[in-house]
């Protein structure tokens, strides 16, 4: 089991909280041998299934501590519930990592990031004989964000609506300085429309198409995201136009350098 040394010992936090962000539900039975005490079977009482909420960032950077998007130091949060499905207090949650990148504090799950790492480090909260997991990555500190794919031409139709969906339009985050940076992956980037010619213009999507304004870096140090279109509302199906898009990244709740990023989707009508 890996601790951190330090004041987080003495200052011990209430494993329960209220939702911090998005709730992932997993229930499992013991998957490390570990010896804690077990729960009380048979009993309304006892501790049934434990909920662990999604983490507030896909990422830890190294040598710092898990924090949100303001900034703040975070720590994680578990649900505990009884056999009628009720929330209950509970203060025999213990945390873990059987993985190296990431260091954990048994009694409040401040994760501190120690090293790079492939793969998501495991999160484990234990309560008697019952587990639940999350995953954390570990990036590099993020200290420069710039334009990868900064402009774009989308030759839009009134007829034909799988025509109004734009490229991606995308920016780098990078550790360190050229020629000797690196890419930051696993970190989350936010992009916003900042200038149209009519707030019903366009909106950003995802991959997928779906509306989404954050996305996280590949391995590459890439986010970006797509606007989709709806050329009816420019006025005239002759218009040429263009959409503005700022990308921005935070680190301890400050912009990074470069931040923010502007993209540009230039408008055209399709022949």
């Not at 209430?14 to 079977?41: E, M, N, Q, Y």
């Not at 710039?146 to 799988?162: M, P, Q």
């Given at each position: 089991m890996k601790l951190m040394a330090g004041a987080a010992h003495s200052s011990?936090?209430?494993?329960?909280?209220?939702?911090?962000?998005?709730?992932?539900?997993?229930?499992?039975?013991?998957?490390?041998?570990?010896?804690?005490?077990?729960?009380?079977?048979?009993?309304?009482?006892g501790v049934l299934s434990l909920q662990f909420d999604s983490l507030p960032s896909p990422s830890v950077?190294?040598?710092?501590?898990?924090?949100?998007?303001?900034?703040?130091?975070?720590?994680?949060?578990?649900?505990?519930?009884?056999?009628?499905?009720?929330?209950?207090?509970?203060?025999?949650?213990?945390?873990q990592s059987p993985d190296s990148g990431v260091s954990v504090d048994s009694a409040t799950g401040l994760i501190v990031g120690d090293s790079l790492r492939s793969a998501?480090?495991?999160?484990?909260?234990?309560?008697?004989?019952?587990?639940a997991i999350q995953r954390i990555s570990v990036a590099l500190r993020p200290d420069m964000i710039?334009?990868?794919?900064?402009?774009?031409?989308?030759?839009?139709?009134?007829?034909?609506?799988?025509k109004n969906l734009s490229n991606v339009v995308s920016v780098k985050l990078s550790h360190g300085v050229s020629p000797n940076d690196s890419a930051v992956a696993n970190y989350l980037v936010s992009f916003a429309?900042?200038?149209?010619?009519?707030?019903s213009l366009s909106e950003l999507v995802n991959d997928?198409?779906?509306?989404?304004i954050v996305d996280t870096t590949d391995a590459s140090g890439i986010a970006g995201r797509k606007i989709r279109v709806h050329p009816v509302?420019?006025?005239?199906g002759?218009?040429?136009?263009?959409?503005?898009?700022?990308?921005?990244?935070?680190?301890?709740?400050?912009?990074?350098?470069?931040s923010p990023v502007r993209l540009v989707i230039v408008l055209q009508p399709g022949s």
């Open positions: 011990r936090r209430p494993a329960i909280a209220f939702v911090l962000g998005f709730s992932v539900a997993v229930a499992a039975p013991s998957l490390l041998g570990v010896g804690c005490t077990d729960i009380i079977t048979g009993s309304s009482s950077v190294v040598g710092d501590t898990l924090r949100d998007t303001t900034g703040a130091v975070a720590f994680p949060v578990v649900h505990a519930f009884d056999f009628k499905g009720n929330e209950i207090a509970t203060e025999q949650i213990y945390f998501p480090a495991r999160i484990i909260a234990t309560v008697g004989n019952l587990q710039a334009a990868s794919h900064g402009i774009d031409t989308l030759k839009y139709s009134l007829l034909d609506t799988t429309i900042v200038a149209q010619t009519n707030p997928a198409g779906r509306p989404s509302n420019l006025g005239t002759t218009s040429v136009d263009s959409v503005i898009v700022q990308a921005t990244a935070k680190y301890r709740g400050q912009p990074v350098t470069g």
